[in-house]
């Protein structure tokens, strides 16, 4: 049985642990109402955007000539693999389950004999991609001097990405991020950038009225000025979500530690309390049998 | 909704800015401004930078938009901006960060784009002339 001093000295430092892990916990509470509004806030935006395109394609979709970043390069031989996590730890499975979920994707790709180009976003999924997939990164976005997340950052991202797809290095495009559900829920998710993925037409009735759309100045103009946008758009969404369920992550996670920080600190004490009461208890017995014997 | 209105709606990636029933906007579109009313025909466009006008029973209020895109059908109008704000809020400062990034971005641009980035410089500037007088 560990001494009466030693037994302090743990309950101590589990106390400062909690404390700080208390700590975190609010900021993140502070940091997730914020980040959720902005994730919500970004997200009309973003479902207009897709609604509109959604409305010019379906009327319009010409697969000779339309624009590569919405009917794809042809071929699907070289992935760029987009991979968005945080720049710090101590967040609970936030970060590993984009990982997993972005490692069994690259396998399934690696084994269907496709090529894959790995971009990071955020340091944390880079150091874990690293060991495995050293040699097909080839990019890394820092997030860690960003204290709010803009659009013009993720236009920088996407600029980025647009310029590689322009000089066909890559096919497709997919981005791996946490989709905010709640504070105790995120799901990693898979979405896929270039080409331009529409949603499966199962409305037909609103047909009619797209088709009578004027365009200015042209159709294809539009939709060149267009598709950047959207991309940037959808990153920039991705980055939020991502932003708010990191938040989330970690005031769940340090809600947890808080707890069993609780948890361990009653064990010590009464481990400590009986130590202490037995340490009394032989002194007793020390005197008596000590006063007896005289 | 009475007859002469319309809903009109202002998104910015940020937030969604105007979100509410007007009597009529006027756009600055790539191929000239113009004023819409209630029972537009459908159309889509592009928007240059410039400035948006929106009026309700008397009262105006003014925009500053950094381009985007306008879908107006028979129900609403739906004008998505990648840069919105109150003509108050604008500076010459931001024009000229924004003239900046797009000089960066005409630089390597492809040819198609270059046409449209090099006028929205055009506008770009012209706006921050108007600034300054």
Redesign the interface.
């Not at chain 1, 009578?212 to 100045?217: A, D, I, M, T």
């Given at each position: 049985m560990p001494n009466l001093k030693d037994l302090k000295i743990r309950i101590e430092s589990v106390k400062s642990t909690r404390k700080i892990t208390k700590a975190m916990q609010m900021v993140a509470a502070a940091k997730l109402r914020k980040a959720q509004e902005?994730a919500e806030?970004?997200r009309?935006?973003?479902s207009?955007?897709a609604k509109?395109l959604d409305?010019?394609t379906s009327s319009n979709l010409d697969t000779t000539t339309g624009s590569p970043l919405l009917i794809g390069a042809g071929k699907s031989e070289k992935y760029l693999v987009i991979v968005a996590t945080s720049e710090r730890g101590l967040c609970g499975a936030f970060n590993s389950s984009i990982v997993r979920l972005a490692k069994s994707h690259i396998s399934n790709l690696l084994s269907d004999g496709k090529s894959i180009e790995i971009l990071t976003i955020g340091k944390k999924g880079r150091e874990q991609l690293k060991r495995e997939f050293g040699d097909s990164m080839i990019d890394h976005v820092d997030l860690s001097q960003i204290k709010k997340m803009?659009?013009?950052e993720?236009?920088i991202i996407s600029?980025k990405i647009l310029?590689k797809f322009?000089k066909r290095d890559f096919d497709v495009a997919i981005i791996f991020y946490n989709q905010f559900e709640s504070v105790i829920s995120q799901v990693p998710k898979c979405q896929q950038l270039i080409p331009f993925e529409r949603k499966a037409e199962t409305d037909t009735d609103s047909e009619v009225?797209e088709l009578?759309?004027?365009?200015?100045?042209d159709e294809q103009?539009?939709m060149?000025?267009?598709l950047p946008?959207a991309i940037?758009?959808k990153i920039?969404t991705a980055l939020l979500e991502n932003g708010a369920s990191e938040q989330g992550a970690r005031m769940s996670a340090m809600d947890n530690a808080t707890r069993n920080a609780g948890e361990m600190i009653d064990k010590l004490t009464i481990q400590f309390n009986r130590s202490r009461q037995a340490a009394i208890t032989n002194e007793l017995i020390e005197i008596i049998s000590g006063a007896e014997a005289l | 909704m009475s007859e002469d209105r319309f809903n009109f709606?202002l998104?910015?990636?940020?937030?969604?800015l105007v979100s509410r029933e007007v009597e009529s906007v006027c756009i600055p579109?790539?191929?000239g401004d113009m004023t819409i009313l209630a029972n537009h025909?459908?159309?889509?466009?592009?928007i240059r930078p410039g400035y948006l006008k929106v009026e309700e029973s008397g009262k105006s209020e003014t925009y500053f938009l950094a381009g985007g895109?306008v879908?107006i059908?028979?129900k609403e109008v739906?004008l998505?901006a990648?840069?919105a704000a109150l003509e108050s809020d604008v500076s010459v400062e931001i024009i000229t960060d924004l003239i900046q990034?797009t000089e960066q971005?005409l630089e390597?641009a492809?040819e198609?784009?270059k046409c449209?980035l090099a006028k929205k410089l055009n506008d770009l500037k012209s706006i921050k002339d108007q600034l300054q007088k």
């Open positions: 902005a806030e970004a009309p935006y973003a207009r955007m509109v409305k010019l803009t659009y013009e993720a236009s600029g310029e322009s009225e009578s759309y004027f365009y200015e100045p103009e539009i060149e000025d267009l946008k940037t758009a920039f | 709606e998104v910015t990636p940020e937030k969604v579109g790539v191929e025909s459908a159309l889509a466009t592009a895109f879908e059908s028979q739906i998505l990648e840069k990034k971005a390597h492809s198609l784009q449209v």
